[in-house]
């Protein structure tokens, strides 16, 4: 029984931690000779604070451009 619980309590775990994981896109767009410009941003997987970096690091592009960055969670 202890083997059991100890078994089911590694399951539970593994299962949790995968769980953590998040995905985001992130993008921008702007005006260029009177074209919207799209810049698409690879997909980012991580833990959440790996996901605050990039979107942090993003928006800092974005911003240097003068424009806003739009990000969705894909996971």
Known sequence: ??????GA???ALVVS???CKQC???YYE???LGDTVKVDFPEE??????????KIEKE??????GVELVC???K
């Open 30 to 32: 702007y005006q260029h």
């Open 24 to 26: 985001v896109t992130c």
């Open 60 to 65: 800092a592009e974005a911003n240097r451009q």
């Open 9 to 11: 309590a590694a399951i």
């Open 45 to 54: 997987c991580g833990k959440s604070a790996d996901i605050k970096a990039y």
């Open 17 to 19: 931690a995968v769980s």
């Open 1 to 6: 029984m202890k083997r059991f619980l100890i």
């Open 72 to 74: 969705d969670n894909t």
